[in-house]
Nanobody
C-alpha cells in the first residue's frame, strides 16, 4: 500500500504562485508514475501533470507551461510548482501514484485563486 499526503494549497491572487507537495510513504518501490490531478467545483477530476520513473513529463494542454512537476527522491516527495495562477485553476488538487496495476490517491488540497 502507498500513502500520499498533499500540502501547500491555499488562497492566492490571480497571477500568484503556489507550490504543492506530495509526501509518499509505504510501498513506494511499486510506483512507476506520479501525477497531479485536480477537480474544479462542479466538474470531474482531470489530469494536470504526470512524471514517470524515467523522468518523462506530461502536462494538460490547459496548463500552458505555467506549472512544473518535479520530485525529490531522497525525500520521497513530488512537487507541483504553479505559476501565473488563474481563477480557473481553482480546484482540489490530488496527488496520484501508480504502479503494479494499482492507483493510489491522496486526500487532496484546496487551491483557490481569486480574481
Amino acid at each position: 500500500q502507498v500513502q500520499l499526503v498533499e500540502s501547500g494549497g491555499g488562497l492566492v491572487q490571480a497571477g500568484g504562485s503556489l507550490r504543492l507537495s506530495c509526501a509518499a510513504s509505504g510501498n513506494i518501490f511499486s510506483i512507476n508514475r506520479m501525477g497531479w490531478y485536480r477537480q474544479p467545483p462542479g466538474k470531474q477530476r482531470e489530469l494536470v501533470a504526470l512524471l514517470t520513473s524515467g523522468d518523462n513529463t506530461n502536462y494538460a494542454d490547459s496548463i500552458d507551461a505555467r506549472f512544473i512537476i518535479s520530485r525529490d527522491n531522497a525525500k520521497n516527495r513530488v512537487y507541483l510548482q504553479m505559476n501565473s495562477l488563474k481563477p480557473e485553476d481553482t480546484a482540489v488538487y490530488y496527488c496520484n501514484a501508480a504502479g503494479n496495476g494499482r492507483s493510489h490517491w491522496g486526500q487532496g488540497t484546496q487551491v483557490t485563486v481569486s480574481s
